[in-house]
């Protein structure tokens, strides 16, 4: 009867605990949203057609992304969250703007 309550209480406990960690998740893939949402303002700014777009601008804005495109990249491998949630908040979107920065930059300067 004692291993009975015992295994109740752990599969609850086990169960609260995968429910706080996808929580948490959701959490951190909302705050990456509005991080991509950044990169993407200050990527049209900097694709504006009056704007030349620098290798070092390119450069910086690639370093400073990294940790970004380091965390979404781990949260689409992740099992606990869906990739069609992390796609609704755009960051998929993200992904293939961050992919395509240096053709961003090509297109742009031509035009420039």
């Known amino acids: ?11 609850v ?9 996808a929580i948490y998740l959701r959490v951190e893939a909302r705050k990456c949203a509005v991080e991509a949402r950044q990169f ?8 504006a057609p009056n ?7 390119l450069a910086t804005l690639k370093e400073e992304m990294a ?4 965390k979404v990249n781990k949260l689409y491998k992740n099992h606990f969250i869906s990739n069609e949630y ?16 240096n053709h961003s930059q090509f297109l742009n300067n031509s035009k420039y």
Request: proline share 2%; charged share 20%; with cysteine.
């Open 13 to 21: 406990l086990l169960l609260a605990a995968v429910i706080a960690y």
């Open 86 to 101: 992390l796609d609704r908040l755009g960051l998929e979107d993200f992904i293939e703007e961050r992919r395509h920065l």
């Open 51 to 57: 704007h030349l777009f620098t290798d070092k601008e």
């Open 67 to 70: 940790p970004l495109l380091f």
């Open 40 to 47: 993407h303002v200050r990527l049209q700014v900097l694709t």
């Open 1 to 11: 009867m004692n291993i009975i309550i015992v295994s109740c209480i752990v599969a």
